[in-house]
């Protein structure tokens, strides 16, 4: 007779979880006549010079392997422009590697930096694939709730924060503007952060994928004041609109880019030749792009957060990206948390927001709204929730 085949698989992985972001958002997947405002996809197309520039590579053959670093012409893109707008020394292609998007870069820079047991400082509230990508390089993660700090860390914070910590802190993950909270530092926020992650010695992965869209604040890089411990990862997706087409960038000092790139020759080799023909035409003829967007945007933002004010929430003062991260009303927080509020509002009111639990257990009454929909989109999400509020407290 023979015997069933068993054989354990990675225990890490099997511990694993669907992050509540993306579970939350499959569990509502199939409620009819649904206003998604859950992801940040924003609600625009593309340049049409950058959709030429994909067409003219499949017409030209583009349809080979590519250089596994990035295409060269790309790379020295990114330099370019980076160098431009947030006032940086990079010298050429050795100073990037681009990668499927920040979430490969990631990983790619978690492998690079971390030992098994070496720690990672997390400002939380944060995005959740994060944490998830500690847990599999085996690194141990140390959080720093900042919920009651305007969603920005202090020196101070992480002076209490490392000396707490019962093993090795080797980096820091900086992700701002926020996802989720649109919160963001002043220059003089960022110097003294960066003083103290200097006294620490320690890496700072500066995730600064939403830096072209800041609102009344001028987005100042992390790679700028601390060159020689920061590794910046950056992209396409927020900036020109382009999530599909998976273009990420780490960018640092050569030598660490020699080393990421090992880690990115596994994971990826490299990506599709079409969609880096696009980006090469997003960096040198669609550079306004961000510009453009970035004032839809802040009308966006100023009308949402108007609305949900009007309705009772706790609503910062989000200076990037495109989320709103808001406590739900006080009269509706006994006994709720956002999440049972989250799922209230899909099945009854018609409009999915994300439950603020899946970005930190401290902000449980939080949602956010991600305000990269589509005008039409946001109205009728506002109308709806409004309406949905006002008939549960008049139902009371």
Partial sequence: MSQEFVQPINQTVQAMTID??????????????????????????????????????????????AVAEGD???????????????????????N????????????????TLLNPGDGVLIPTPAYPPYYAAINIIGGKMLKVDTSQSEFKITPQMVDDAIASADFPVKVILF??????????????ELRALAETFKKHHIWVISDEIYAE???????????????????????????????GYRIGFVIGSAEIIAEVSKVHDTLTFALPQVTQDGAIAALTQAKDAPAKMRKVYQRRRDFVVEKMTAMGFKVGNPQGAFYIFARIPEDFSAGVDGLDFAWALATEGGVGVAPGIAFSDQTAEYIRISYA?????????MERMAAWIDQKRASR
């Fill in 20 to 65: 509540g972001l993306t579970g939350f958002q499959k569990k509502i997947a199939g409620i009819e006549d649904l206003v998604y405002l859950t992801f940040g996809e924003p609600g625009f197309n593309i340049e049409d010079s950058i959709k030429d520039a994909v067409i003219d590579g499949v017409k030209n053959n583009h349809s080979h392997y």
């Fill in 72 to 94: 060269l012409v790309l790379r020295q893109a990114a330099v370019d422009n980076y160098n431009e707008k947030f006032d940086l020394n990079f010298q050429g292609p050795e």
């Fill in 96 to 111: 990037v590697v681009v990668t499927s998007g920040v979430t490969e870069a990631i990983y790619a820079l978690f492998q």
């Fill in 175 to 188: 992700n701002y503007p926020s996802n989720p909270t649109g919160a963001t530092y002043t220059e003089t």
């Fill in 213 to 243: 869209l800041t609102y009344d604040i001028k987005h100042v890089s992390m790679m700028k004041l601390l060159p020689e411990q920061t590794v910046m990862i950056t992209g396409l997706s927020k900036s020109h609109a382009m999530t």
């Fill in 373 to 381: 929909a589509n005008d039409d989109d946001l109205a009728s999400g």
